[in-house]
Each structure stands twice: as structure tokens, then as C-alpha cells.
């Protein structure tokens, strides 16, 4: 039988499962991370361990569509304009540290007795962070949105789109006479640029004009399973042409998610991926961990070491001052710099770039690729003792419950000033209510006054699971922040279609923004207190209670009409129904 032919395949199929099935829930246990659980696993199963598989690199190929799924559900929550508001992050801030670090990694290299070109591919080799050992670890603790992890994530973004101008950097720097015959020539280059641009502007016009409406037609065929080959399709499409057209695959696969962002199905979408991305990433790091060729760690065990620590510690002291140079908080400055202070996947595909046009020598190859799998490797255990010793930046989470099971009628969202009071209305009325909130000290605090409040993140799916998103009649969303509110509105209206969405908006314009988001109810934070403010304001210069009243009863009907008016319109479509002070004056010359 053909199954019996393959059985050799399956064993390793079944080694790579059982080692990931072993080491990572270990590892968690240990409070060291799942990623350093796959990186021990893989070299334990590697060739310079047991010897199971005798060669990491194909594994590594095939798992690298982990890190490229990752990037598309990154691109799934980072609308356009979402993504324009950054690029203050991504252009300066990324550009920033990358140029710091590269200078002072390349006089690293010198230091140690290199040549400047050999010190420059190095150093920008490990200026290039592992995107998927950070996404990896933000993910993990829960931080990707928000406002740190998007500086985080902004970096990153930057330091992938890099990839394309440094490989095209190292031809023009190669010795004369010393590239591969593979090599492209000179005349080739501007060819290839320009079939980047087209592949790059291919997958655009795609993204806009075919993919929603493949995805409504898909949908009337009430298909699941095509829908979900339809996502992978998408995701390894993009993938496949930004490959073809000599870019970073991952950057492919985040632009098709961007691209994807406005869509209706861009839950369904992260929803069908989620399981391929998770898989595909853990064995990722596997292979990694296989590929550490601790050979040549023995022979040149001197300059790994100390390459290793210089540089990690050198492009840390980098992040750590550029960050606090564009104004991050000394803890957000440090939780940077432990995070992204080691090389990245990205500088494997540098570094053979510049073995085959005559840049580096093998040796150089092999040993930079030793100290960046290390770094990759240490980073889980810096994380873990920055996270011991350092400094608390915030309250400690522990002792504190997560929701699990949860079904309570109602589910509140944040259990701050409007939280609370809230809640009163529907205790009332007896219901039994589930709270959750992401402030330790908030849930704590409550605790004194009888309240069981768990803790969670509500712009999670796995958190509204959880909490019993999807048994509740009501679900409050008293949050803080205009972007966290609307992003767990537009959530919790994609998984449980048929709870009533109320929240709590800031102002006019996050108002709007609710509203065009189908939220079933909101009402601005201050538009009440104001209300009783003002009426008392009117009997305080001489009005009766009717006539108090009957001003309040007008400037609801003129700020109702004033709203309606805005959604179609815009901000100022309501403009004329607004009293100011200089109308009140007209009316005192007349």
C-alpha cells in the first residue's frame, strides 16, 4: 500500500507533533514561554541531537508560511488609515532605529577586526528582528494592540520592507569578479525592480476590486470549508506573487490582510487562518532549534559567545535610546529593547544573499547564523528575567481570575465610573451578570465592595468566548479609549450577532463612528451629566421646573436631529441646530 510506502514521512510527522505537544506545555509550566519550548524541542530532534531529521532548512522553508499567515492577520486589524496613522512609527521611529543600530552594529563588526562590507551585512542582519519570535511573545501576553505593541509592530513592518532595498545592496557591494553565476547582473536589476512594482500593484488592484466580491459569492454557497480554502488561497496567492516579484513574502501576505481590513469577513477570514497560522509558526521555531549547528558553536565558541552578547546588548542599549528619544516612558523603552534586541529570520536570507555574491565567506555565514539562532533562542529567557527583575511598570495580574465557562445574561465591559454604575440597574432587576476588566487594581478595589470581576482583555475572541459573549441578551462596553471601544464593538458584533451592543462613546465623532458600525446603542460619557448641568444652570438664573424642563426636552430633540443629520453628512451637517453665543447676541441686539 502507498500509505505503508509513506510510513517514514508520517513518523516525522508524528515526531514533530509529539516533540511541539511535549516541550511547549512543559516549557509554559517552567514560566519560560512557549517559544523557547519549540527552540529546545527542535534542537533535541535536530541533526545535532538525536539526529531525527537531517535537514532543517526544508522545514524551516515550508514553516516560514507560518510567520506569513501571522502577517495577514496583522494586516486584517490594521485598517488603511489605521495603518496612515502609524506611519509617524513605522517612517520615523522604525527608520530611527534601524539607522542607530545598523551604525553602531557595523562598528561592532570592526571592532572586532572585519572589514567594513563584511561588518555591514552583519550588522544589518541582525538589525533585521525575528518577527515571529516578537509577534510570537506580544501575542502570548496579549499586548499586540496596544499602543506599545503597535510601536512594536510599526518597527517591524519597517524592518521586513528593508529586506528588498538590502538584497539589491548587496550586489552592488559585491568584489568584482566574485559573484555566483546565479547572481543577477546590473542590467537585470532595474528589470527586476520593476517587476517587484508590478507584482506589488497587481496584488493592490486585486485586493480591491476582485476579493470582496469573490468572498460574497463564496458566501451565498454557504460552503464553510470553501471559504476557508478561499482565506488560505488569499494568504498564499499574495504570498506566492510578492515572491515572484522578488519581495517579502510576509509583507505580501500583511498587505492582502490590509487589503482585507474593511472587509465584512475579515473575522471569518482570521477565524478560518488561525489554526493554520498557530501550527505553521510553533513549527517555525522548531526548526530553528534544529538548525543551530552546535559544530561550528564548538569550534568558534569564543567569537559566537561574544558576538552574541555584544550584539544583543549593543542593539538593546540602541532601542532602549531611541525609544526614550522619541519620548516612550523609561519601562516601554526597556520592554523594546529586551524584546527586539536579536536578529531575525530575515538575516538567513541576507546572509545567503551575500555568501553567494562574494560579500561573506561560509565561515562568516555559518558562525552569523549561529549567533543570530541564539539570540532568537535567548530572548524568550530575557523576557522572562526582565519580567522577574525588572522594575514593575504596573500592577502585578497575579492572583487574579480569568472568565472561563462564564453565562451570565448580561456581560459588562469595563468596570470603571460608567461600568459601575451601569451595572446597579440590571442587579436591580436581579439578572445575573458577568464583569471583566484588564486593570488589576480596578478589579482588586471592586473586590472590596463585593463585586467578582474577572480578568481579561475584551478586544480578545478568546476572551469574549470565555466570558460568555455568546449567551449574553446584553453586552456593555464601558471600556476606555476611542479605539479599543470601537474595535471590541465591531468584535463582539461579528461573534454574537444577536446580543444587544451598547457602549459608551467619548465624544460626537466616536459617536458617529459607533453608529456606522451597526452598534445597537451609545451614549456619549458626558451627554447625561451635562444635561442635569444645564437644567439646573437654567432654574439657577431664574427659570421654573416646567420651563427648565421644557429647554432640556428642546435641546434633546435639536441634539437627535443634529446626529441624524451628521451620519449622512458629516460633522458639521447638523451645524445649523447648534446654539453658540454669538447666535444668543444676534438675538439680544434684535
Known sequence: MAVEGDAGELAKVVVLLGAAVVAVPLFRRLGLGSVLGYLAAGLVIGPFGLGLFRDPQTILHTAELGVVMFLFIIGLEMRPSHLWALRGEIFGLG??????????????????????????????????????????????????????????????????????????????????????????????????????????????????????????????????????????????????????????????????????????????????????????????????????????????????????????????????????????????????????????????????????????????????????????????????????????????????????????????????????IASQHMLAMGAEITIIDNDPEMIRSAADFGFKVYYGDGTRTDVLHAAGAKHAQAILVCADGKTTVTQMVERIKAICPHSQVLARSFDREHALELHKIDVDFQIRETFESAMVLGRQATMALGATPEASGEIAEDIRRRDAERFQLEVTGGLFAGRALLLNNQSAEHEQDR
Open 95 to 420: 527608520s530611527l532605529q534601524v539607522l542607530v543600530c545598523g551604525l553602531l552594529l557595523t562598528g561592532v563588526g570592526v571592532a572586532f577586526g572585519f572589514p567594513l562590507a563584511v561588518s555591514f551585512i552583519c550588522a544589518m542582519g541582525f538589525v533585521l528582528t525575528s518577527t515571529a519570535t516578537v509577534m510570537q511573545l506580544l501575542g502570548e501576553r496579549g499586548d499586540i494592540a496596544a499602543p506599545r505593541g503597535q510601536k512594536i509592530v510599526s518597527i517591524l513592518l519597517l524592518e521586513d520592507l528593508l529586506i528588498v532595498p538590502l538584497l539589491a545592496l548587496v550586489a552592488f557591494i559585491a568584489p568584482p569578479g566574485a559573484q555566483h553565476a546565479a547572481a543577477p547582473s546590473a542590467a537585470s536589476r532595474w528589470l527586476d525592480v520593476g517587476i517587484g512594482v508590478g507584482a506589488l500593484a497587481a496584488l493592490v488592484v486585486a485586493g480591491i476590486w476582485l476579493l470582496n466580491p469573490l468572498f460574497r459569492l463564496l458566501a451565498r454557497a454557504k460552503a464553510r470549508e470553501v471559504m476557508t480554502a478561499a482565506a488560505l488561497l488569499v494568504v498564499l496567492g499574495s504570498a506566492l506573487l510578492m515572491q515572484w516579484g522578488g519581495l517579502s513574502m510576509a509583507m505580501g501576505a500583511f498587505l492582502a490582510g490590509v487589503l482585507l481590513s474593511e472587509s465584512t469577513f475579515r473575522h471569518q477570514l482570521e477565524a478560518d487562518i488561525e489554526p493554520f497560522r498557530g501550527l505553521l509558526l510553533g513549527l517555525f521555531f522548531l526548526g530553528v532549534g534544529m538548525s543551530l549547528d552546535l559544530p561550528v558553536v564548538a569550534r568558534n565558541a569564543f567569537l559566537i559567545v561574544a558576538g552574541v552578547l555584544v550584539m544583543m546588548v549593543v542593539k538593546a542599549l540602541c532601542i532602549y535610546g531611541t525609544a526614550r528619544l522619541a519620548k516612550s516612558s523609561r519601562a516601554e523603552a526597556l520592554d523594546r529593547a529586551v524584546l527586539m534586541a536579536q536578529g531575525g529570520e530575515f538575516a538567513f536570507v541576507l546572509f545567503s544573499a551575500a555568501l553567494v555574491n562574494g560579500v561573506i565567506d561560509p565561515v562568516i555565514n555559518a558562525n552569523m547564523t549561529a549567533i543570530v539562532v541564539l539570540s532568537m533562542a535567548l530572548t524568550p529567557l530575557a523576557v522572562l528575567a526582565h519580567k522577574r527583575w525588572a522594575p514593575r511598570a504596573g500592577v502585578s495580574t497575579e492572583g487574579l481570575e480569568a472568565p472561563s465557562n462564564q453565562v451570565g445574561r448580561a456581560l459588562v465591559i469595563g468596570f470603571g465610573r460608567v461600568g459601575q
